[in-house]
């Protein structure tokens, strides 16, 4: 499973020219899921990315979670971050979930956020998504399990 987390102002997913979530300050979160992943590696990013220290705080120093800032994530299944570029120029997808596999593990690491006391949004899972977002920094991490 792989994160790629963004602290952001404010960020939303559309769908055919129709906002369907929104937040303001805290992560966009960006989830592949390969073919192995597991709910303990989802609850375990999870627990991970709500405790992730890349908030500033009074002194200017990213010392505090989303947690702390009483931010929101959305979350945004991505499945070409599983995808592999070490052959030629064509990525290929054959560690990447099944749709039947990654949505659930989707959902349930949507659920661990909101166990961890965030205010979650998704995107929706296998549609053509427009995503708008302002980086804040731009501050940007990969997670992996």
Known sequence: ????????????????????????????IF????????PAQ???LARKAAALRIF?????????SVKD??????VVSQF?????????????????????TAKPLYE?????????GLEVQNGIFQADMAVELINDGPVTFILEK
């Open 1 to 28: 499973m792989k994160l790629l987390i963004q602290r952001v102002k404010k960020a939303s997913v559309s769908v055919g020219g129709n906002k369907v979530s929104e937040i303001n300050a805290g992560l966009l």
């Open 31 to 38: 989830i592949g899921i390969f073919k192995n992943d597991t």
């Open 42 to 44: 989802a609850a375990a």
């Open 56 to 64: 500033e705080d009074e002194a200017g120093k990213m010392n505090l």
């Open 69 to 74: 800032t009483g931010g929101s994530a959305l």
């Open 80 to 100: 070409t971050l599983a995808g592999d570029t070490s052959r030629g120029n064509r990525p290929g997808f054959d560690n990447a979930a099944r749709p039947e």
């Open 108 to 116: 349930y690491f949507s659920e661990c956020l909101r166990t961890e």
